[in-house]
């Protein structure tokens, strides 16, 4: 099979194609043929071996993947040849096939394409657990979405407009808020065109009832200073590279609250819930993620090169793996 292997750490052009023997099916494991895998911030920082987990080299990189079943280990894996599924990873997913274990995976819904199934997995589950489950986003709220331009901010607009929030979108260019403004953002914010707090005083004169911030860096403080009191401040990610210093009297003050993501810290009952209410909001067509740019396997440096520079709106996909 054909596979995107990182031979060293480093930066995405490190990244070479190479025919690899297919992986032997393990005990319990389910092969899946990939048909697109999509694009994230950490396969960059593991190809640079700065993620939070470490990856001995080489190893293919790719974490979101959409496929079709092609063999089983001959236990009840719970699926069968030729079932659509969704998967995720730390890596794997950037080649032609990929075994994985049946609970990293999930049939794709009638109705919904394997490019939009690569698309919504880890962005779409981000943006709507933290949604729903940390940041308590109701109809009305006001909400602030910082990175609102790439994969888990743009999802995090399309699914808090989806809730009957008031979106004020923060990016840094008028691309990515283009597409904010197309995906329910009421209000759209240049980070780069003055200072951010008091263009967020000026939008949400108010306060806003939460932040959902993947970005971290200089972006994070006056976005924490834009909520009303008691509102919810939820940190996702550091996209920016930059893990931010938040003062803490401002908390006090304002008695707000803080909280970091993570899909472990969800209820059970609310995941359920979460997942189900995600999985009709793309079953219907009401929420469709947006691809921006599309790779074939051979390009996956280039994929992953736009990504790790910021420049991509919405998911990237690599395709033809």
Do not use: W
């Amino acid at each position: 099979m054909k596979a995107a292997v990182c031979p060293r750490y480093g930066p995405p052009e490190v990244l070479r194609i190479e025919e690899l023997p297919s992986p032997a099916l393990q005990p319990g494991q389910v092969r899946v043929r990939v048909v697109a895998a999509a694009v994230n911030y950490p396969d960059v920082l593991l190809m640079a071996d700065r993620y939070q987990m470490h990856v001995p080299v080489p190893f293919i990189p790719g974490s979101e993947f959409a496929g079709t079943v092609t063999e089983t280990s001959g236990t009840d894996a719970g699926f069968a040849i030729g079932d659509r599924v969704a998967g995720s990873g730390m890596f794997g997913a950037f080649a032609q096939e990929v075994c994985v274990s049946p609970g990293s995976l999930a049939r794709i819904p009638d109705g919904v394409d394997d490019r939009t199934a690569a698309a919504s997995g880890v962005a779409h589950r981000t943006a709507y657990h933290a949604l729903r489950s940390m940041a308590r986003v109701h109809s009305g709220d006001d909400v602030v979405i910082l990175g609102a331009g790439g994969g888990v901010g743009l999802a995090a607009v399309q699914l808090a407009a989806a809730l009957g929030a008031q979106v004020t979108a923060v990016a840094s260019s008028e691309e990515k808020l283009s597409a904010a403004r197309l995906y329910g953002a009421s209000k759209v914010l240049n980070h780069r065109n003055g200072d951010l707090r008091t263009a967020l005083r000026q939008a949400v004169p108010d306060g806003a009832h939460a932040v959902i911030d993947p970005v971290g860096g200089e972006l994070s403080e006056p976005a924490l200073r834009s909520l009303r009191r008691g509102g919810r401040f939820v940190t996702v990610g550091y996209a920016s590279g930059v893990i931010p210093r938040i003062p803490l009297n401002l908390l006090l003050v304002k008695g707000i609250h803080v909280l970091g993501f993570q899909f472990q810290d969800v209820s059970s009952e609310e995941f359920v819930r979460n997942e189900d209410e995600l999985r009709s909001l793309l079953a219907s067509g009401t929420v469709v993620p947006h691809v921006g740019a599309v790779y074939p396997l051979s390009q996956a440096a280039e994929a992953l090169r736009l990504v790790a520079d910021g420049r991509a709106v919405g998911k990237v996909l690599i395709v033809g793996c």
